[in-house]
């Protein structure tokens, strides 16, 4: 907006055959148009951002000083704040403000008639510069309510796409957010050949946990589940919320046999530390069935082979964690 601006004051200029301005303007156009041609090919924001504010500056203190179009060109210093807040920080923003608006009684006052001989009237001079305060302190007040609303939203928008891939009651990554984190790993698979493993692990006797003890033991029983299978993965692991009192954790670049080593750990760490409700001890165990991907074989193959091992598991007295060929501890 500004390089077309730019061009039909340097057009006007030129029919009224004003040789020192005319030359000046497109020289500055040429700076704008150059300006945004290297960002373009750049991508340097903060670099096009800082060249910006000091041509624009030089600009305004051109129209200032020449008192162009018959003085009103100087108007143009209105746009000077707005602009200089948007794109700068409020730091920036002040300084460049306070430089200008000292540069503005400067030039209004006899020292400048003196330097440029302006021909401002003295009203004009006073109007100009008590307008020039009132919008940089307005533009400083907007500038920061814009700023603090933008900084609401984006913390509203972080904590909606947490909830959306989070579960409330444990923190854990939800069903879906485990979803895509094994399509991610899958991708990887198909990529590098590297296989990885899945842990499908379930809380036993957990309807019984409920009906003796009540809905909110059981909910500290998943949340110490959840714990407990966080403190004991990897940090490059997934440990996900799979359905009510199911676990699905993801293990990146596991074979079966450190897998199923995985999944006996997972065990024996859960058993180790029952849930203490209202002066009552309440056992935990848990149940494992282990999967590793092979070969083309999909993501709800793989799951379905991890379910079966559970459910092998279940079937051979529970507390025990099954790869799918069938192998328990």
Same mark, same amino acid.
């Given at each position: ?69 018959? !003085? ?73 309510? &814009?700023?603090?609303?933008?900084? &609401? ?64 033991? !059981? ?45 006996? &750990? ?22 494992? !069935? ?27 007295? &529970? ?11």
């Amino acid at each position: 907006a500004a390089t077309p601006t730019l061009a039909f004051f340097a057009y006007r200029a030129y029919l009224r055959e004003d040789a020192h301005s005319t030359p000046v303007l497109i020289f500055f156009m040429a700076l704008l148009a150059l300006n945004g041609l290297v960002y373009l090919l750049t991508r340097r924001e903060a670099l096009q951002r800082r060249s910006f504010i000091a041509i624009v500056t030089g600009l305004f203190v051109f129209f200032a000083i020449t008192a162009l179009e018959e !003085g009103s060109a100087i108007i143009w210093m209105f746009a000077y704040p707005p602009v200089i807040f948007y794109i700068s920080t409020p730091r920036t923003g002040i300084i460049a403000c306070a430089g200008g608006l000292g540069a503005a009684i400067i030039l209004f006052s006899p020292i400048g008639d003196a330097i440029f001989n302006t021909s401002y009237s003295t009203s004009f001079r006073v109007t100009m510069v008590a307008v020039l305060v009132f919008e940089m302190g307005s533009c400083y007040i907007l500038d920061q309510s &814009r700023r603090r609303a933008k900084s &609401r939203l984006l913390k509203l928008a972080a904590e909606f796409e947490y909830a959306a891939t989070h579960d409330a009651l444990t923190s854990l990554a939800n069903r879906r957010e485990g979803m895509d984190r094994l399509a991610v790993e899958y991708e990887r698979y198909l990529r590098n050949a590297r296989p990885f493993s899945v842990v499908l692990l379930d809380i036993d006797w957990f309807k019984n946990v409920n009906d003796e003890f009540g809905h909110q033991a !059981g909910d500290e029983v998943i949340v110490r589940v959840a714990q407990t299978l966080k403190n004991e993965c990897r940090k490059v692991d997934t440990i996900a919320r799979w359905g009510g009192e199911e676990y699905l954790a993801l293990l990146p670049e596991t074979e079966a046999g450190e897998a199923l080593q995985t999944g006996e &750990r997972f065990r024996e760490a859960i058993h180790r530390n029952p849930v203490s409700y209202q002066g009552r001890e309440i056992p935990l165990t848990v149940s494992a !069935g282990v999967a590793t991907i092979r070969g083309s074989e999909s993501i709800d193959r793989l799951l379905q082979r991890a379910d079966e091992a559970l459910y092998q598991a279940k079937g051979l007295g &529970r507390n025990r964690v099954c790869c799918y060929d069938g192998s328990a501890s």
